[in-house]
């Protein structure tokens, strides 16, 4: 069946680093990949999002490129603020199930000032 | 910006009893989804709902979970007769159209059940 796997946190770093999230995924066909970003006492909301190999996906400095040879979809920002402190979910959607995600566990993310 | 809204945010109940989580889902979409997420696992698809109709459902949905758009704006799921294993934070979503790539779901920001 589908799956994702993200790397667990917390992940804690400090102001202006470097973050990566790791994402991999098993799924039959071709499925759209995404990352969703939770913040405190919100709901999820899209983050990007990748249809097809070697699509780059991109907002608010965050970048995720899918690779269909190591089936993964990694999420990275080169300059973290305060504010990107959240939950990160990486999560696919298949053509043979349209509507329905697959979700990986979430990571936790920290950035301290 | 339209937003999804859950209420409550926090739910109490006793192992039993029925609950019934209420979402708003954003006015002009048309397609509905619940998810679920356990402490410390991951978020999991319950179900989805159009044209008043069950589209798709997980085996995690079984007799004693339904759901309901009792009026044009609300969008509910009941749960018949609560289990411990059913505390969660459970997520509501809507999108315009069916959820593919090119459709977003917008998702509310949870109610958490806790089954004592």
């Known amino acids: 069946g589908n799956s994702v796997t993200q790397m667990e946190g917390p992940v804690t770093l400090s102001e202006e680093a470097f973050l990566t999230i790791n994402c991999t995924y098993t799924?039959?066909?071709?499925?759209?990949l995404f990352w969703y970003v939770q913040y405190p006492g919100e709901g999820l909301q899209l983050l990007l999002k990748a249809t097809k190999a070697d699509d780059k996906g991109s907002n608010k400095g965050f970048e995720a490129t899918y690779r269909k040879e190591t089936t993964s979809f990694h999420l990275e920002k080169g300059s973290v603020q305060v504010s990107d402190s959240a939950v990160y979910f990486c999560?696919?959607?298949?053509?043979?199930?349209?509507?329905?995600?697959?979700f990986g566990a979430g990571t936790q993310v920290v950035v301290t000032p | 910006e339209p937003e999804v809204t859950q209420t409550p945010s926090h739910q109490v109940t006793q192992m039993g009893q029925e609950v019934i989580l209420r979402c708003v889902p954003i006015s002009n979409h048309l397609y509905f989804y619940w998810y679920r997420q356990i402490l410390g696992q991951k978020v999991e698809f319950l179900v989805s709902f159009y044209n008043n109709e069950i589209s798709e459902k997980s085996e995690i949905f079984d007799d004693q979970f339904s759901v309901e758009r009792p009026d044009g704006s609300n969008f509910t799921l009941k749960i018949r007769s609560t289990k411990l294993e059913d505390s969660a934070m459970y997520f509501c979503?809507?999108?315009?159209?069916?959820?593919?790539?090119?459709?977003?779901?917008?998702f509310g920001p949870g109610t958490r059940l806790l089954v004592l």
């Open positions: 979503a809507s999108s315009e159209a069916p959820g593919g790539a090119q459709e977003t779901q917008y």
């Open positions: 999560a696919l959607m298949t053509t043979d199930s349209w509507g329905k995600f697959q």
């Open positions: 799924a039959s066909g071709y499925p759209s």
